[in-house]
């Protein structure tokens, strides 16, 4: 078998999204390296839309292509968290499945963007900022501090205030909203 990449990882999950016609955003570390700074991942993270009735028929299909899984572990993992993983290599795709109307609000600004020759759906960069907010771990404050710069004068702030404040309430964190606001004076 040959050896897989992040790039033949990223090419092959594409590909399967799309032929699958499924609603889904490249978020996380691939999705900063487009839209604020390139910085080193070893993941490809995808907000996913699907229907529970397609996950099955998306899981033996992703299976056909290389894919590899535990099924016992990916209906834990959705039934808990809202999330599973496939596995191709030393590299694995980690999908979060969407329910927040946060989320929809993304999907309805997405971005068609061409990585690798291949059309790929990327969050606007305020949607990726606001994804990375909620996890506020080091590394997505970084990221955040990078889309800020690269985007500065072009940011819908209005658009961000809203959301962090929707996401602060829904969450019942207002460190989102506070953050936000001292990640924006920066």
């Not at 998306?58 to 990916?74: E, L, M, N, T």
Request: a positive charge; aromatic letters at 10%; zero cysteines.
């Amino acid at each position: 078998m040959k050896k897989s990449t992040l790039d033949k990882v990223y090419l092959k999950t594409i590909d399967l999204l799309n032929k699958e016609k499924l609603t889904y955003l490249i978020i996380g570390g691939l999705a900063t390296g487009v839209i604020g700074e390139a910085r080193l991942t070893q993941d490809i993270d995808v907000l996913i839309s699907i229907p529970q009735y397609k996950i099955k028929d998306f899981f033996s299909k992703a299976k056909k292509i290389g894919f590899s899984y535990s099924p016992k572990q990916v209906e834990e993992d959705i039934k808990l968290r809202g999330v599973f993983k496939l596995m191709l290599g030393d590299f694995h795709v980690d999908f979060i499945i969407a329910g927040m109307p946060f989320e929809q609000s993304a999907f309805s600004r997405k971005k068609k963007i061409s990585l690798y020759n291949r059309v790929a759906y990327f969050p606007s960069p305020e949607d990726l900022i606001l994804f990375k907010i909620i996890a506020s771990r080091p590394k997505d404050i970084l990221d955040i501090k990078a889309i800020v710069l690269r985007h500065r004068k072009r940011l819908d702030v209005t658009y961000l205030k809203k959301w962090a404040r929707i996401i602060s309430n829904d969450l019942q964190n207002v460190k989102i909203y506070t953050l936000l606001e001292r990640l924006l004076k920066e």
